[in-house]
């Protein structure tokens, strides 16, 4: 996928913060949910991880993210054991590549940068060490990390985006959201912030909303802003 423009904005505008969709658009949390199941196959852990965001997508009010991920397993027909694997290997997590370089030249421009996740506080917790850890062992650490347990909300609820923006101290329009599933795209965007999709690993779009741009690169979907 090549980076695709969708809505413009202003040149001269810069958000005050950026904000990152976790287990998606900065964590490979693909490959670990595949490698959990007992295939160990893409196959599987995608047929797990569809049927995982679409309950977690229509969940509104928290409920314990543990037992929504082992609902997703039983009601897509994976082993009980999948859920207690993925657990067992949550601080094994890997960032995407180039996400360390990225999220230094953010903060040397001056940007604050915060995190919303569909997750409990302390596997939330843990990812966002793992996104804010280099190849070397270099530590980043993030301004705001909000979890669906710690708002109450799982996105694409507004009050979800509402929690960061208020622990941040920022408006709507003073926020980047960086999306990495089709969810985050349109709820970030009815939240009001302006969204850019770092799409990597190929998800088809949902509802009408259309991002700044879409790239399966981070460093080009953040193209303007870096």
């Not at 693909?30 to 997508?57: C, K, M, Q």
């Not at 979890?147 to 009050?159: D, H, I, L, M, N």
């Amino acid at each position: 996928m090549t980076s695709v423009t969708g809505h413009t904005t202003d040149a001269s505008w810069r958000p005050k913060v950026v904000i990152f969709d976790l287990l998606t658009a900065l964590l490979d949390s693909w490959s670990l949910w595949n490698a959990s199941t007992p295939s160990g196959t893409e196959e599987e852990g995608r047929r797990w991880r569809a049927r995982y965001l679409e309950i977690t997508f229509r969940q509104g009010a928290y409920a314990p993210y543990e037992s929504l991920m082992k609902q997703a397993a039983a009601e897509a027909g994976v082993a009980a054991s999948a859920a207690e694997v993925l657990l067992s290997n949550w601080s094994s997590l890997e960032a995407w590549p180039e996400v360390f370089d990225v999220l230094r030249r953010l903060k040397a421009q001056g940007y604050r940068l915060g995190v919303v996740t569909n997750c409990s506080k302390a596997l939330g917790n843990i990812a966002a060490v793992r996104a804010g850890t280099s190849g070397t062992g270099e530590q980043l650490v993030f301004d705001t990390v909000v979890t669906a347990e710690e708002s109450g909300f799982y996105k694409p609820v507004k009050q979800a985006y509402d929690a960061i923006l208020g622990d941040m101290g920022v408006s709507a329009d003073e926020a980047l959201f960086v999306a990495g599933s089709a969810g985050d795209v349109q709820g970030a965007t009815d939240a009001g912030m302006k969204v850019v999709w770092h799409n990597h690993v190929g998800l088809a779009a949902k509802g009408s909303a259309v991002p700044l741009r879409e790239s399966r690169s981070l460093n080009d979907a953040l193209k303007g802003f870096i």
